[in-house]
């Protein structure tokens, strides 16, 4: 079987699925692997580690090509237009929030598994943990830098500064994003509020965090209007990501504040969120810092890549052992959103109304 790891055209996407390493196992199984030329600069590593490690660097074309295609980030519409029958291709794909993606995806006749949907015998997503751990651990960063004045914001350190108090952070989900993002956002000084549909969820995580406490039933909107950052990280599994908040609570905010979108790449959960990109990643709207890139662990690309590429192989290995057996039966075959011409993962389904 032939694996493909093309280079990422996304903007501000540097990442990329396997490492080196990884590449080697696949190789050292039996199979044959083409790189595309310079696939792996944005995360530091090169060609010629992946010509070492058993692989051909080749083509764009040559990549799109092989039986089994690993990215990251789902394909543009030129790419998607590349696929045929018979080829299997393993990236994020978030259709609930890439729409115009289906009808292509469909029309190929390949099959498209989503690393987001791929989900263990608990439940979890084991392929998306990586990703989400360091876009929650970079979420309160990222609103730091740009509550500068100098960056938009309206002038806050979250820290604070001796007697002057600390700023506030409200951390929506306590999931992966939410649990990783209330550690670092306490880390930093911030005062930390965690809000979760699940009461005794949000009061155990800010139970264990420093300066946090949950946000009680119903206050959500006064949480959100004394916050100088709030972080959106919730996500249910295939589905278009739940509003949390409305215009209404956003423009209760003060000017200046921030928000951070980890949700974004399912479609947001702030009604004034829309995606944004790295190259020009925040905008204002009803006064307030919108950060809404949808592939916020590409800026630590070295780090998010060795991370996902050490989770995401043991699957690679399995679907390159038995492409068919695999798909037939967990983990795999929760990961399945399109194949042979139909959406078949039922939430990515009802979330695109097919």
């Known amino acids: 079987m032939l694996l493909a790891v093309p280079r990422e055209t996304k903007n501000g996407e540097f990442r990329i699925a396997l490492t080196p390493q990884a590449i080697g196992e696949v190789v050292a199984a039996g199979h044959s692997a083409v790189v595309e030329r ?43 237009s590349r696929l045929r029958a018979g080829q299997i291709l393993f ?42 751990a360091l876009a929650g651990r970079l979420a309160p960063q990222i609103g730091a830098h740009f509550l500068e004045r100098t960056s938009g914001g309206r002038g806050v350190l979250l820290s604070g500064f001796e007697s002057i108090g600390s ?11 939410g649990q990783n993002a209330a550690m670092i956002a306490s880390g930093l000084g911030s005062r930390v509020l965690v809000a979760d ?41 295939g589905e278009h990501a739940p509003r949390v908040a409305g215009r209404a609570e956003i423009r209760a905010m003060r000017p200046g504040s921030v928000i951070v979108d980890v949700s974004i790449d399912q479609g947001g959960c702030f009604e004034t969120s829309r995606p944004t990109s790295h190259e020009e990643p925040t905008y204002i709207e009803e006064g307030v810092v919108h950060y809404c890139v949808p592939n916020i662990p590409s800026m630590v690309a070295n780090t998010a890549t060795r991370a996902l590429s050490a989770t995401l192989l043991p699957y690679v290995k399995e679907l390159m052992a038995d492409p068919d057996g695999a798909l037939s039966r967990p983990p795999l075959s929760t990961g399945l959103n399109v194949r042979a011409g139909r959406v078949v993962h039922p939430a990515v389904a009802e979330a695109v109304a097919i």
Do not use: C, N
């Not at 006064?222 to 996500?235: K, M, N, P």
């Open 38 to 80: 310079g696939a792996g600069e944005g995360a530091g590593l090169l060609d010629r580690e992946y010509e070492a490690a058993g692989a051909r660097i080749g083509s764009r074309e040559e990549a799109w090509a092989a039986d089994l295609i690993v990215k990251v980030k789902e394909p543009s519409l030129e790419e998607a």
């Open 197 to 237: 549909t699940d009461k005794s969820r949000a009061e155990s995580l800010a139970g264990g965090i420093h300066r946090a406490r949950a946000v009680p039933v119903g206050g959500l909107a006064e949480a959100i209007a004394q916050s100088d950052l709030v972080i959106g990280g919730v996500y249910i599994s």
């Open 167 to 177: 700023g506030m952070t409200t951390v929506i989900g306590a999931g992966v994003v």
């Open 91 to 132: 990236a994020y794909l978030h259709l609930a929030g890439a729409t115009h993606l289906v009808e292509p995806l469909k029309a190929s006749g390949a099959t498209a598994i989503a690393f987001e949907t791929v989900e263990d015998e608990f439940g979890r997503a084991p392929l998306l943990y990586p990703m989400s």
